[in-house]
């Protein structure tokens, strides 16, 4: 991405990994800074994701001793917030209010007065979002960065599958 020189860049879900892992709260606080360390360098507009709350994935695709506890994933996400302050031209997406319809089963809104259960956005795995999911994230990237920073509406054209 560096040698591309970009003006924005999307890290909707680039930390998930760092946080999530067989580790102690401290080895999971490092490799998050880690992962931070990655992005820092990266030139214009960074737009990440906050950590999803995934406890209801497949534990054969994401183990419960990988998840952070409830509490952890705030101090990890505070991590996040903190870190995203002090570098400008940094936008901290809310991911996990995003996707917390998933742990809930609670039904998303995907269009006025279209509602679907979360769960029929995601992949059998439940940590996946498929096509509709993923287009549904992006359309939620796509309104944020217009109200958040201001670009003009239809600048980006998604299409629905």
């Known amino acids: 991405a560096l040698a591309h020189r970009p003006t924005v860049v999307l890290a909707l879900d680039f930390l998930f990994w760092f946080a999530y892992a067989d580790a102690s709260p401290a080895e999971r ?15 214009g507009t960074l737009l990440i994701g906050d950590l999803p709350d995934m406890r209801g994935a497949n534990p054969r695709v994401l183990g419960p001793a990988a998840i952070p506890s ?12 903190r870190w995203a302050a002090a570098r400008p031209h940094t936008l901290v997406l809310p991911l996990a209010s995003w996707t917390a319809p998933l742990v809930t089963g609670a039904d998303i809104e995907l269009a006025p007065g279209e509602r679907v259960p979360a769960r029929d956005l995601m992949f059998l ?16 990237v796509d309104r944020t960065v217009e109200r958040e920073l201001a670009v003009p509406p239809d600048a980006l054209r998604l299409v629905r599958p």
């Open 29 to 43: 606080r490092a490799r998050l800074d880690a992962g931070l360390g990655l992005l820092a360098p990266l030139p």
């Open 125 to 140: 795995d439940g940590l996946h979002a498929n096509a509709l999911g993923t287009w549904h994230l992006l359309d939620l």
């Open 70 to 81: 409830p509490d952890e994933l705030a101090a990890l996400d505070d991590q996040i917030r």
